[in-house]
C-alpha cells in the first residue's frame, strides 16, 4: 500500500474533472520541512513557531528566530512558508510563563492576545520574520483572532517594525503577506471583515471545534462529544469557505480534519482548495483528491449541507467515500 502510494509523490492533486489543489505540509521544527517535500507538499502551509518557544529555558533571541525561520525558507525554496506567530498559552506553556496564574486558560491570554499584551516579543518575532523573508516566500500567520480591531494592531506593529528594518538597511519583502487563522467562531461568523483586512485565511478546526461545541478534546469526561461531523461545524466551515471564494481571497485548513483523507471529499465538495497536515497524511489526502470527481458529489455535498443530523451525516459521508 506505501508503494502504491509512492506512485502518486511525483503526481499533482488533480480531481477527475481537472481542480487543482494544493497540499501542503504542517511542520514544528524547521528540520521538518525535509519531511514535508520528502512527500511531495506544495510549500508549508502551517509552521508552528512556538515549538522554538517550548525548546528551552529561556526566550529564543531575534537572531535563533531568524536562524529557524530561515532554514525553513530556504529549505522550501520558492514554495510558500507560512508562519505563524508564537500560539502560547492554552495546552502549549513555556517554562516562563508558568507561574501565570490563569482561571480558564483556553480563554486566556493564548495566541495574538498574549502578543499584543507583550508587544516587545511579539515585534522580536516580527523581526526575524521579516529578516529571513529575504530568503525565501515567508507568509505571516495570526492565531486565535477574535476581532477585526487585533489585526489593526498587528498592522501597525508590523509597519513599524518594518520601517525600523528599512532604516537598518536590512532586506525584506516588503510584500509579505499576512494572513489570520479562523478557529475562534466568532471569527468565522464575521469572516468577511477579516478577509477585508487580510490576504489570507486559513481555518484551525481543531480549536474552532472545541470552541464551537465547548468541548476538551483532552478530557476523557467529554471528549466523545467532540465531532468534526456536528452540523455546527459543518455550517460554519461552508460559511468561511464560501465567502473566501465569493471574495476571491485565499482560503485554507490547517486542522487535523484536512489531514484525514475519510473526511477530503466531504471539504473538497465544501469548496476547499488548500489543504496542510502532517507531513505522513500527504500522500493519502492526494490519493483521494485524484478519485475525487467534483460534479459527481455535489448532490451528497448539498444534503450534507441541509442535515441537522449527525447520524444522518455520518451515513451521508459512508456514501460519499463509498
Ligand atoms: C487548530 O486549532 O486547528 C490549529 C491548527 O492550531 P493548533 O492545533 O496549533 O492549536
Ligand atoms: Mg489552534
Redesign the pocket.
Same mark, same amino acid.
Given at each position: 500500500k506505501k508503494d502504491a502510494l509512492q506512485g502518486i509523490l511525483k503526481k499533482k492533486a488533480v480531481t477527475r474533472d481537472g481542480t487543482e489543489i494544493e497540499l501542503f505540509a504542517?511542520i514544528e521544527l524547521p528540520e521538518d520541512s525535509e519531511q514535508a517535500l520528502a512527500n511531495g507538499a506544495n510549500g508549508v502551509g502551517?509552521f508552528?513557531s512556538e515549538f522554538l518557544f517550548l525548546k528551552e529555558d529561556d526566550l529564543p533571541t531575534e537572531d535563533e528566530q531568524f536562524e529557524a525561520y530561515k532554514q525553513v525558507a530556504q529549505a522550501m525554496g520558492k514554495k510558500p512558508t507560512i508562519i505563524r506567530t508564537i !500560539?502560547l498559552g492554552?495546552d502549549k506553556i513555556p517554562k516562563w510563563q508558568e507561574e501565570v496564574e490563569t482561571p480558564n486558560p483556553a480563554l486566556g491570554l493564548t495566541g495574538i492576545r498574549l502578543c499584543l499584551a507583550e508587544p516587545q516579543l511579539f515585534r522580536t518575532q516580527l523581526r526575524a520574520l521579516l529578516r529571513a523573508s529575504a530568503f525565501g516566500k515567508i507568509k505571516l500567520l495570526i492565531?486565535m483572532l477574535s476581532n477585526v480591531g487585533e489585526v489593526k494592531q498587528i498592522r501597525k506593529h508590523l509597519n513599524e517594525v518594518a520601517a525600523q528594518l528599512k532604516e537598518e538597511g536590512v532586506h525584506f519583502d516588503q510584500q509579505i503577506e499576512l494572513g489570520g487563522?479562523i @478557529?475562534v467562531p466568532a471569527a468565522a461568523v464575521t469572516v468577511a471583515s477579516f478577509l477585508a483586512q487580510l490576504d489570507f485565511v486559513s481555518i *484551525?478546526?481543531? !480549536?474552532?471545534i472545541q470552541y464551537t461545541l465547548a468541548v476538551d478534546r483532552n478530557d476523557d469526561a467529554v471528549n466523545h462529544l467532540y465531532d468534526p461531523l456536528h452540523p455546527a461545524v459543518i455550517s460554519l466551515l461552508g460559511h468561511v469557505i464560501d465567502t473566501a471564494n465569493r471574495l476571491e481571497k485565499p482560503v485554507s485548513m490547517? *486542522? @487535523?480534519m484536512a489531514g484525514d483523507p475519510a473526511l477530503t471529499r466531504l471539504l473538497l465538495g465544501l469548496g476547499l482548495r488548500r489543504f496542510s497536515m502532517l507531513p505522513a497524511q500527504l500522500l493519502k489526502v492526494k490519493q483521494q483528491v485524484l478519485t475525487t470527481d467534483l460534479s459527481k458529489i455535489q448532490p451528497l455535498i448539498a444534503r450534507m449541507r441541509d442535515s441537522y443530523d449527525t447520524e444522518e451525516l455520518r451515513e451521508l459521508l459512508g456514501q460519499l467515500n463509498g
Open positions: 504542517n502551517l508552528r !500560539d492554552k492565531p487563522m @478557529e *484551525g478546526t481543531n !480549536d474552532l490547517c *486542522g @487535523e
